[in-house]
């Protein structure tokens, strides 16, 4: 039995916040148009916001409109808009509980993302007695009370801000599951820590907080939900952070028990902090060289482009191209391996017919879990306008102790190409010439 080391730390499950929307068997006839909208939404906010791009024209009903708007906006980081649509939603008629449950998800995600706790706060509060007021079941309704647990509690706290910024090249050396890692100096301490493009929040070890004199906030929150394993946290303060010429004050970490950041991994390994997304878009223009290095710089796009890269929480995702097959991947780079999800399986089953399958054991943070899989051989990866062969990559044919989790664009896929590079005001990210030899996922 092998370890499949996706390291999805930025995957913690409090930070998977979809709505599922009255899901179906597959064996229905022709959905109907209001069940299609509702799919797309919640597709939309599980990372496939392309696919709500390209249906926007098709839509007749101005309610899902509206909501595909808001959904597109908090896609393209501009929360404000995102907002503005979901508040016009909501104001233009007398909307049912099932409608509003459609709305506040999105107000949520984007305010979150943006760093707008509070408002994040009262919108998972609405989402979740809108749900409550709908008769939905107590899963959906555990997601939406604790992202609202969560952002009560970053919303006691000062907002990150930015001192100081003149970018600065680091090294970056690769750990014993690929994953890169450099050091981040927090009040004063010198820490190695991963970076993590998939982390909603940095995360660091309890006894690392305590090392670097984080200042914890008052509560704590369990991580989790009735199908996802709940992890015990809470929030500690770093009043000071430099990273690549960046100074940032007052920022959030969720701190884990040690345990809860140790994997199974032959041997032993741990990860004591993970740099996340909050820090990472604050240096607006990220390069990862061939040769490891970290490269910062501004960006000189405006706010609020679009490129191809779209948001989903806070979660990035790409827009790639698998043997001319468009899909949204997450951008992982705290993730080893690359996978497609099981509901990839199900839409593209053709494609993996007389497959071997295979048990992986999925190692992350708080524990193990194991699913079923196949390799899809000799995928071609296009990224922007750069291509690169993959020798295969891992397809879920089952969800890993019942977490629905998305296409991962890992490492390994990144590593195919000659450095990438990541524009959060452009919203775009680019690859380098492909490299000679075909790489694996597995």
Known sequence: MEYRHLARFGYLPLLGFMLTLHPGDGRAAEPKPDSVMQSALADAAAGDVFRLEAQLPAIKDPGFALLARARIAAGRMDASEARRLVDRYLASTQRNPAECALAWPITADASFAEGDYARAAQAAHAWQKALADDGIG????????????????????????VSTYEPRAVTITRDKVG????????????????????????VVSLSTARKLKLRMLDGAANVGSASRRAVATRIGLADHLVLAGLELEHVAFLVLDDAQLSMPVPGGYHIDAIVGFPVLRELERIQFTSDGRLVPSRSKAGKHEAGNLRLAGSDLYVDVRLNDLPVAMHLDSGGSHSALSSRFAREHANLLEGLASQRDHVAGAGGARDRTSVTWPHVRVRIADQQALMSGIS?????????????VLGGDILRAFDGWTIDFRRMQLDVGAPKIQAASTR
């Open 138 to 161: 107590d899963e959906q309704q555990a997601d939406a009370l604790q992202m609202a647990t969560l952002s009560d509690q970053l919303s006691h706290a000062p907002a990150q801000q």
């Open 395 to 407: 397809v879920s044919l089952s969800d890993a102790g019942n977490v629905k989790e998305p296409n």
């Open 179 to 202: 994953l890169p890692r450099t050091g981040v100096t927090v009040n004063g301490t010198l820490q190695e820590a991963v970076l993590d493009t998939g982390a909603n929040l940095s």
